[in-house]
């Protein structure tokens, strides 16, 4: 079990595979105001930056799950790097469908995904999701994309490598679908353009690398048209249209 193999080539330098940057994840762990001991479930939980760091600065415990085994692997690896190996663990699998375990007193205090919401069938089902593992009066923590501004055309949308502009709302309607939902939005940090551009342009030089190393892999024709396209790709359509958010909820 695996993801698509494309990230794992382009985003495998990365720590934090979200247009997020290491002060916004340490902003948004503060902003939560987790006292030690706070249980973080973390659904989609790429390299671990987010539990390790808080299991660092905040002394929470964690579990993440991720389907990628590299990104899993190196999770772990970053857990030891901090020294906080015996309070955060990850699971290689599949979450869709994890529900923490009631009787081994697993529910989170905070139950998040970021940035992988399709692992719940979009944000609702995901909230649905992450709820059945939290604790009574604990917080969601959803990582989303939103349209700073409406994208004119469907091609426009699909520049930003969205099926269509129904996928992502405006960050007013996002804010609002939360309520909807039966959730007040409690805190939020969002990502600034200088963000998403660490996430997005440090792809390229990984790329640069992959096929410097792996000239006569079968999926090197793929990564040198990505090279030569992505730059331009980003700069007309996510850059301009896209913006990615944090959205802490508690259930009204
Ligand atoms: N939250 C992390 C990773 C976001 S990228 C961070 O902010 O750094 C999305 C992650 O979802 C990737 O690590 C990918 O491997 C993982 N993923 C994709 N489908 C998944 C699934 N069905 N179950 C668990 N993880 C999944």
Redesign the pocket.
């Known amino acids: 079990m695996d ?1 698509p193999r494309i ?1 794992s080539i382009t985003e495998s330098a ?1 720590r ?3 247009p ?1 940057s290491p002060e916004k994840l340490a902003t948004l762990g503060a902003a939560l105001r987790m006292a030690p001991g706070t249980r973080v479930l ?6 671990g ?2 539990l390790c760091t808080w299991a660092r600065d905040h002394g929470i415990t964690g579990t993440g ?4 085994r590299l ?1 899993t692997g190196q999770a772990k690896l970053r857990a030891e790097e901090l020294g906080v190996a015996d309070r955060v663990r990850f699971i290689h ?4 469908g994890y529900v923490a375990d009631e009787k081994a007193n697993d529910k989170a205090n905070v139950a998040a995904c ?3 919401t ?2 719940g069938g979009g944000v609702a089902g995901t909230i649905g999701l992450l709820a059945k593992s939290l604790r009574a009066g604990g917080i969601i923590l959803v ?1 989303e994309p939103y349209w700073l501004r409406l994208p004119p055309t469907e091609d426009v949308a699909r520049g930003c490598l969205a099926g269509s502009v129904s996928d992502f709302l405006l960050l007013p309607g996002l804010l609002a679908s939360f309520g909807d939902l039966g959730y007040d939005v409690v805190e939020m940090v969002l990502a600034s353009q200088d963000d998403w551009d660490r996430y997005e342009a440090a792809k390229w030089l990984t790329m640069r690398r992959w096929l410097e190393a792996n000239p006569h892999h079968d999926f090197a024709k793929n990564v040198r048209a990505g090279l030569a396209s992505e730059p331009g790709r980003y700069a007309a359509y996510t850059r301009e249209y896209l913006g990615w958010g944090a959205f802490a909820l508690m259930a009204r």
Not at 93 to 96: N, R, S, W
Request: glycine share 16%.
């Open positions: 993801i990230f990365h934090i595979h979200n997020f973390d659904l989609g939980s790429g390299s930056e987010m799950i991720d389907m990628s990104f699998g599949d979450a869709a970021l940035g992988a399709w692992i990582g």
